[in-house]
């Protein structure tokens, strides 16, 4: 009967210790654990479960101390897990069954990681449970590899279905960028020694948490420049570059780099949702809405896993159905918003029950009816980051004015940051004929923000609808230097412009 081994290096990592070692409890017969340097309760926690605890001197190398744990093992196989990872439950029987017999082998699993703050899940394949053999190193400062020792020995690699959740990536933003710096150093002395793509597509993911975009940019485009990369980090490496270029509002950038995305891995919801939000930025709602479906049908029905697809992002298929009916209203289809508002309201009923509160207060929205006060709290419950756009626009066509005003405040009040919260109250205020509050609001938005050129249109128009001619010159010069080398907004201010050199023309 052949035994498995848990490696694992950690510090102060008493937050997921125990649940990653609940896990596993049943499936390893050894727990080697090597820790660099805790002072928390981790040394305790490791002790509960009968583990081999080494103390190791940090050298600045995961490589290294990774190698140390693997050289303390003593069983059949090894299984390598981070405290924040647990083995799936389902996982235990397959983990069994695959080391039943001792041989030459590495099992690729797939590593799941949680990441809720941007419902954006991703997962990868990579060998996890392998046979304990001295010739299997991990190589690389950070981001380290096992694959090319495995490959340089020709130990045989697999596919298993053994799945891994990682929660450490389940943080807010400010925890991810601080990671990200932890890892920054490591990762540009390891490419200086080592200028391989693997790093500079690792570099890009860097400085893109670090929201440093020159940099995303320049690492990105240098793991794309040739083939060493596999086609599928290649292509999210395009995806990347089209977000970072469609946040500059660089939408002609942003397009190109979607295509050599979609090109080179089309089977990824995720790069062709960007795409149709890329499209939907241009005006080609036929695209838009063509992309949009082509991502619903991949959540649906993923592809298969293999090693040239070995990583994918996962999209909340809320995200994806509530943007084809954002396309299917700016478009007037009426068939896709039916379709879409279908299958949106199939996901919550199957969340909240067919003849739950919550569906009947949807109900009420799409219908563009007044709602009740526990109706808005309900509502304000239910928004989030994915739906927010499509409440929105449904609210506006809502001839209940006082019922929207109440929801606009609300959210405005639970989070006074939100710059879309801010900007959907002044346009509430100007619907109800309130222009004094709405171009106070907008105002000090801009203050706040001077990154997004739809604050500058809605000050033109406060201030057009209140004779405020004579406030124009700074929104108009401002969309002309900061924003004029984007098409839709040079098309838009140009017709403005038109519009108000007829009206100066007839004061005149």
Same mark, same amino acid.
């Given at each position: 009967?052949?035994?498995?081994?848990?490696?694992?290096?950690?510090?102060?990592?008493?937050?997921?210790?125990?649940?990653?070692?609940?896990?596993?409890?049943?499936?390893?017969?050894?727990?080697?654990?090597?820790?660099?340097?805790?002072?928390?309760?981790?040394?305790?926690?490791?002790?509960?479960?009968?583990?081999?605890?080494?103390?190791?001197?940090?050298?600045?190398?995961?490589?290294?101390?990774?190698?140390?744990?693997?050289?303390?093992?003593?069983?059949?196989?090894?299984?390598?897990?981070?405290?924040?990872?647990?083995?799936?439950?389902?996982?235990?029987?397959?983990?069994?069954?695959?080391?039943?017999?001792?041989?030459?082998?590495?099992?690729?699993?797939?590593?799941? /990681?949680?990441?809720?703050?941007?419902?954006?899940?991703? /997962?990868?394949?990579? !060998?996890?449970?392998?046979?304990?053999?001295?010739?299997?190193? *991990?190589?690389?400062?950070?981001?380290? +590899?096992?694959? !090319?020792?495995?490959?340089?020995?020709?130990?045989?690699?697999?596919?298993?279905?053994?799945?891994?959740?990682?929660?450490?990536?389940?943080?807010?933003?400010?925890?991810?960028?601080?990671?990200?710096?932890?890892?920054?150093?490591?990762?540009? @002395?390891?490419?200086?020694?080592?200028?391989?793509?693997?790093?500079?597509?690792?570099?890009?993911?860097?400085?893109?948490?670090?929201?440093?975009?020159? &940099?995303?940019?320049?690492?990105?485009?240098?793991?794309?420049?040739?083939? #060493?990369?596999?086609?599928?980090?290649?292509?999210?490496?395009?995806?990347?570059?089209?977000?970072?270029? +469609?946040?500059?509002?660089?939408?002609?950038?942003? #397009?190109?780099?979607?295509?050599?995305?979609?090109?080179?891995?089309?089977?990824?919801? =995720?790069?062709?949702?960007?795409?149709?939000?890329?499209? *939907?930025?241009?005006?080609?709602?036929?695209?838009?809405? @063509?992309?949009?479906?082509?991502?619903?049908?991949?959540?649906?029905?993923?592809?298969?896993? &293999?090693?040239?697809?070995? +990583?994918?992002? =996962? %999209?909340?298929?809320?995200?994806?159905?509530? =943007?084809?009916?954002?396309?299917?209203?700016?478009?007037?289809?009426? @068939? &896709?918003?039916?379709?879409?508002?279908?299958?949106?309201?199939?996901?919550?009923?199957?969340?909240?029950?067919?003849?739950?509160?919550?569906?009947?207060?949807?109900?009420?929205?799409?219908?563009?009816?007044?709602? %009740?006060?526990?109706?808005?709290?309900?509502?304000?419950?239910?928004?989030?980051?994915?739906?927010?756009?499509?409440?929105?626009?449904?609210?506006? &066509?809502?001839?209940?004015?006082?019922?929207?005003?109440? %929801?606009?405040?609300?959210?405005?009040?639970?989070?006074?940051?939100?710059?879309?919260?801010?900007?959907?109250?002044?346009?509430?205020?100007?619907?109800?004929?309130?222009?004094?509050?709405?171009?106070?609001?907008?105002?000090?938005?801009?203050?706040?923000?001077?990154?997004?050129?739809?604050?500058?249109?809605?000050?033109? /128009?406060?201030?057009?609808?209140?004779?405020?001619?004579?406030?124009?010159?700074?929104?108009?010069?401002?969309?002309?230097?900061?924003?004029?080398?984007?098409? #839709? %907004?040079?098309?838009?201010?140009?017709?403005?412009? +038109?519009?108000?050199?007829?009206?100066?023309?007839?004061?005149?």
């Amino acid at each position: 009967m052949s035994s498995i081994t848990l490696s694992m290096i950690v510090k102060n990592e008493e937050k997921y210790l125990e649940g990653c070692l609940e896990s596993v409890k049943e499936v390893v017969e050894e727990i080697v654990i090597v820790d660099t340097g805790s002072t928390d309760r981790t040394i305790e926690i490791a002790k509960k479960y009968g583990a081999k605890i080494y103390s190791y001197a940090w050298q600045n190398d995961f490589s290294e101390a990774r190698n140390f744990a693997l050289s303390k093992s003593t069983c059949d196989w090894i299984l390598y897990l981070d405290a924040d990872e647990r083995l799936e439950m389902n996982s235990i029987k397959e983990v069994k069954k695959l080391t039943s017999s001792k041989n030459n082998t590495a099992f690729y699993c797939t590593i799941k /990681s949680v990441d809720k703050e941007n419902g954006r899940d991703n /997962s990868i394949l990579y !060998p996890r449970l392998f046979s304990n053999d001295n010739r299997i190193k *991990f190589t690389g400062k950070v981001h380290e +590899q096992i694959i !090319p020792s495995i490959k340089e020995y020709n130990i045989n690699l697999r596919h298993s279905n053994v799945e891994i959740i990682h929660l450490g990536y389940n943080i807010s933003l400010e925890d991810k960028k601080q990671k990200a710096k932890r890892n920054l150093n490591l990762l540009l @002395e390891e490419y200086k020694e080592n200028k391989s793509a693997y790093y500079e597509y690792h570099l890009g993911v860097t400085y893109q948490i670090l929201e440093d975009d020159d &940099n995303a940019i320049k690492y990105f485009e240098l793991a794309c420049a040739g083939n #060493e990369l596999i086609k599928n980090l290649r292509a999210q490496s395009y995806s990347s570059l089209a977000l970072i270029y +469609q946040n500059q509002h660089n939408i002609e950038e942003a #397009e190109k780099h979607i295509k050599k995305s979609l090109q080179m891995d089309n089977q990824q919801s =995720f790069a062709n949702l960007l795409a149709s939000k890329i499209h *939907f930025r241009k005006g080609d709602y036929n695209l838009a809405a @063509e992309e949009c479906r082509h991502a619903l049908r991949l959540h649906k029905k993923p592809s298969g896993r &293999n090693v040239e697809n070995w +990583q994918s992002i =996962f %999209v909340e298929p809320e995200e994806i159905i509530c =943007f084809g009916i954002t396309i299917a209203l700016q478009s007037n289809n009426a @068939e &896709n918003y039916q379709s879409y508002t279908r299958e949106l309201f199939k996901l919550y009923v199957g969340i909240y029950g067919a003849k739950s509160t919550m569906v009947a207060m949807v109900n009420k929205v799409f219908a563009g009816q007044s709602l %009740v006060s526990s109706e808005v709290e309900l509502l304000i419950g239910l928004i989030n980051d994915y739906n927010k756009n499509v409440f929105l626009l449904l609210l506006e &066509n809502c001839s209940d004015k006082k019922s929207v005003l109440h %929801v606009a405040e609300k959210l405005n009040s639970m989070c006074p940051n939100d710059i879309e919260n801010k900007k959907f109250l002044a346009k509430t205020y100007d619907a109800a004929g309130d222009l004094t509050n709405a171009t106070l609001i907008m105002e000090d938005v801009e203050k706040e923000i001077d990154s997004d050129p739809s604050i500058y249109f809605y000050l033109i /128009s406060f201030y057009v609808k209140q004779g405020l001619l004579q406030k124009l010159n700074y929104p108009l010069q401002q969309l002309e230097n900061k924003y004029s080398h984007i098409v #839709e %907004v040079k098309t838009r201010l140009d017709l403005i412009k +038109q519009k108000l050199n007829l009206v100066l023309e007839k004061q005149n």
